[in-house]
């Protein structure tokens, strides 16, 4: 599968199945679209056959001499030898394999707070109560879902827990306590527990900085963009804004971490679809790490991305990466979330078919104890998985969670993008389409522009 696409002045050819990239003259990027076009598999072999020429003469018309079509053919040639271009799918054959792999849990999402200090209009955690009831997880309840990671983590040595709500920090003695207990066990077990934290920022201070420095490896910051962009989608529930309480917090804990292991996490909806703009704002602030992801909603929400706006979408992500390529060169880069891609090694065969884990390696926790494949199915009885006292008492939902890949899903089957999204979150896919083995559409056009750009810009700094 090749997608070839033009951004930035650049000719942009990607084989899908190999991963490569090449960055080519406008004959060759004709000469492979042509190719392309026949519909076939390419083989070294095949290309060398006598109607190959001929058919790039037909196709290509009087733009190019035959010398030339040859010099481009004979490229073309030499990178599908080297398994760089018309590769073949090799992931397909190993879907078995991967099915069969012995899953442990990995991650967990400890829902330490159903609660909230602010009123984020598009929250999908209706402030923090996820459908249900106001609620603080306490200490025994969060030293079970240890006890439970540990247990079915099998041989696996660093865990990740992700402390979040509603907002953590209304339940800050409980996390320390928490972290503490966790590093007990971790010499009791020969584990690693990765802590992070998601907070707003309302109740961060010198005390809590300390230790999150100390005993947490990442930290997300959320924080929506400029001061009148957030203060209209995340305010008190008095109706004051938050952003010149949290702005400085989140400056002074950014700058502690030495600009690293942390990023700022923002949202934007349709209100704000000049989100480039938050993302410089972000910049201009003096934070390095960062990521402003799109509203999900109902069309009925007012604030929700609909298809009608996806061209301002593209045109704002275009915007933003040649933003990102001056800024890099002249020293003033940052690291925008969508636009990091690994282009030599990235992730296992395991999670480019079938994505982040939910279900399978990663797990939410409510603060009674309930388990869910993630956080956004909290509250939805169907995924109810099972609790941190019984363990897991539904497996049938983490095997449908295992079935779920790139290939079960007939959008993503011919998609450029499957194996750098690994078939976009099942959490949307199952809102807008009622089943996981789907695609949520809007976000796929977001997603494959990310793509796009990201690999523009490895090109640009290459």
């Not at 012995?102 to 402030?127: G, Q």
């Not at 990663?362 to 309930?370: E, K, Q």
């Amino acid at each position: 599968m090749i997608h070839q696409y033009k951004s930035n002045g650049y000719n942009i050819v990607l084989d899908v199945n190999s991963g490569a990239v090449h960055v080519v003259d406008g004959l060759c990027y004709d000469v492979i679209a042509c190719l392309d076009g026949q519909g076939a598999s390419h083989t070294p072999e095949t290309l060398k056959e006598d109607g190959t020429l001929a058919h790039l003469k037909e196709c290509l018309g009087d733009r190019y001499i035959e010398s030339e079509l040859t010099e481009a053919l004979e490229d073309v040639i030499e990178l599908t030898a080297a398994g760089r271009l018309f590769t073949a799918d090799c992931y397909e054959c190993l879907l078995e394999e991967v099915k069969k792999r012995k899953t442990v849990v990995k991650a967990l999402c400890l829902h330490i707070a159903h609660d909230c200090n602010l009123a984020c209009k598009y929250c999908f955690a209706e402030e923090g109560e996820y459908h249900g009831r106001r609620a603080l997880m306490s200490f025994e309840v969060g030293k079970k879902a240890l006890d439970f990671l540990i247990a079915n983590s099998g041989s696996r040595r660093n865990l990740e827990v992700d402390f979040f709500g509603g907002e953590p920090l209304l339940n800050w003695q409980v996390v320390k306590d928490l972290v503490a207990y966790g590093r007990e066990q971790e010499k009791l077990y020969d584990k690693h527990f990765r802590f992070t934290v998601t907070t707003n920022g309302v109740l961060l201070d010198d005390e809590i900085e300390a230790f999150v420095n100390r005993e947490m490896d990442n930290v997300v910051l959320s924080l929506d963009g400029r001061r009148e962009v957030n203060d209209r989608m995340r305010p008190f529930r008095s109706g004051a804004g938050s952003y010149d309480l949290i702005v400085p917090k989140f400056q002074k804990l950014a700058d502690s971490r030495n600009q690293e292991r942390y990023y700022v996490r923002g949202t934007f909806t349709r209100e704000n679809l000049d989100f480039s703009e938050d993302i410089l704002h972000f910049a201009d602030l003096g934070f390095k790490q960062m990521s402003i992801e799109p509203v999900v909603g109902e069309e009925t929400d007012p604030y929700a991305i609909r298809e009608s706006d996806l061209p301002a979408i593209m045109a704002e992500y275009d915007k933003l990466a040649k933003i990102m390529i001056e800024r890099e060169k002249s020293g003033k880069g940052f690291h925008f979330f969508h636009f990091m891609i690994d282009l030599e090694g990235g992730p296992c065969v395991a999670k480019r078919l079938s994505g982040c884990g939910s279900g399978t390696e990663y797990l939410a926790v409510t603060p009674w104890g309930d388990l869910y494949p993630c956080h956004q199915f909290v509250g939805q009885e169907e995924f109810l998985m099972g609790n941190v006292d019984d363990g897991i008492v539904n497996p049938q939902i983490a095997d449908e969670f295992r079935s779920c890949n790139v290939y079960t899903k007939e959008k993503c089957r011919n998609c450029f993008a499957k194996f750098y999204c690994s078939g976009g979150c099942m959490a949307n896919a199952y809102n807008f389409h009622g089943t996981i083995h789907d695609a949520y559409d809007i976000g796929c056009e977001m997603q494959r522009k990310r793509v796009e750009c990201a690999i523009m810009i490895k090109a640009a700094l290459a």
